[in-house]
């Protein structure tokens, strides 16, 4: 029903940067919030940025300065700018989305996840 195709990890250099995106398709009705999170090896996923339904933008303090999280909404697409890149930002980057999905009869909330895509940083 949706899917969150996310695209534009790799392997950089400290001090690199990287641009991530995470495009949204299937049966959406409507976009609550849309964001990124990451999970490095041995740790618990934590949120990176991310646009609130408020749409408000929220960083952790980790990425503030750095990192820059952007959005077409006519592409249901969100961005996540990673400039600066430290060792320490090595992880699996995971899109996620809290909208609204059409269905019949009734639509609903939920909340969904993209595949991950790897960024590694290091010399």
């Known amino acids: 029903q949706v899917q969150l195709v996310e695209s534009g990890g790799g392997l950089v250099q400290p001090g690199g940067s990287l641009r991530l995106s995470c495009a949204a398709s299937g049966s959406i009705f409507s976009i609550n919030g849309m964001g990124w999170y990451r999970q490095a090896p041995g740790k618990s996923r934590e949120l990176v940025a991310a646009?609130?339904?408020?749409?408000?933008?929220n960083y952790a303090d980790s990425v503030k300065g750095r990192f820059t999280i952007s959005r077409n909404n006519a592409k249901n697409t969100v961005y996540l700018q990673m400039n600066s890149l430290k060792p320490e930002d090595t992880a699996v980057y995971y899109c996620n989305a809290d909208l609204v999905v059409a269905d019949t009869p009734y639509n609903y909330e939920s909340a969904f996840w993209g595949q991950g895509t790897q960024v590694n940083v290091s010399s």
């Open positions: 646009f609130t339904s408020g749409g408000r933008t």
